[in-house]
C-alpha cells in the first residue's frame, strides 16, 4: 500500500517538470512562427518596391488588351533601376505630364528620334506603317496625325483604343524619368489571367 502511495506521489512531480518544458516549447514555437511570418513581410514589401507593384486599370482606353477595373502586375525595377530599355511595343504605366499626380497606361509607340505620323487609321514609323495586331480595326481612329519627330529623353505613347483614348497625339510626348513600370502579367478578373502583350 506504501508503494501505491509512493508512486502516486511521484507521479504529481514529473508532471510538474513537463508543464514548464511544453510551455518552452509552445513559447518557441511561437517566437519562430512570428520571426518567419516577419521576414515574409519584409520580403513581399521589397518585392512590392523594387519589383512588382500591382495597380488597377481605370477606363477603356487599352481595349481589348486590358479593360477597366483590371488588376495587374507591373514591373517597376527594370525601368526604375535603368536596367531594361524601353521597347516599341511595350505597355507601360508612367505619370500624366499634365498631371503627375495622376498615373496612365499606354502603349509605346514612338521611341526618341522616331518620326511619328498616323494616316487612315495606321501608325506610319519612320516612313513605315507599323504592324499593330493588338488594335482590331472597329478600334482605329481615322484622325491625320502629322509627322512629328520625338525629341530626345521623350516617348511616343497610344492607347490602343484609338478612338477612345486620350494619349500623346492630345497631349504630347512622355519624358523617361516619368515611366516607372511595364504591364507585365494581368492577375483580376480569373478568367483574364494572363501575361499582358
Known amino acids: 500500500m506504501s508503494e501505491a502511495v509512493s508512486e502516486s506521489s511521484a507521479s504529481p ?5 513537463a508543464v514548464p518544458e511544453r510551455h518552452r516549447s509552445v513559447l518557441i514555437s511561437t517566437v519562430a512562427w512570428f520571426r518567419d511570418l516577419m521576414l515574409s513581410v ?3 514589401v521589397l518585392v512590392i518596391l523594387f519589383l512588382y507593384r ?12 486590358l479593360y ?15 536596367l531594361g530599355d524601353i521597347k516599341r511595343g511595350d505597355t507601360v504605366v508612367f505619370f500624366f505630364p499634365e498631371d503627375p499626380t495622376k498615373s496612365y497606361i499606354k502603349r509605346v509607340i514612338g521611341l526618341p528620334g522616331d518620326t511619328v505620323a498616323l494616316e487612315d487609321g495606321y501608325v506610319i514609323v519612320n516612313g513605315k506603317r507599323l504592324e499593330e ?9 481615322d484622325r491625320p496625325y502629322s509627322p512629328t519627330v520625338v525629341p530626345p529623353g521623350d516617348y511616343f ?12 497625339r492630345a497631349w504630347g510626348f512622355v519624358p523617361r524619368n516619368y515611366i516607372y513600370g511595364k ?15
Open 13 to 17: 512531480v514529473i508532471a510538474d517538470k
Open 42 to 44: 519584409l520580403i513581399a
Open 54 to 65: 500591382p495597380v488597377k486599370v481605370e477606363g477603356t482606353s487599352m481595349m481589348p488588351s
Open 68 to 82: 477597366d477595373q483590371e488588376r495587374l502586375f507591373i514591373n517597376q525595377f527594370s525601368y526604375k533601376f535603368g
Open 133 to 141: 495586331n493588338y488594335v482590331p480595326k472597329e478600334y482605329r481612329d
Open 157 to 168: 505613347v497610344l492607347g490602343d483604343h484609338r478612338v477612345s483614348s486620350n494619349d500623346s
Open 183 to 197: 504591364a507585365v502579367f494581368v492577375f483580376w478578373p480569373l478568367d483574364r489571367i494572363g501575361s499582358v502583350h
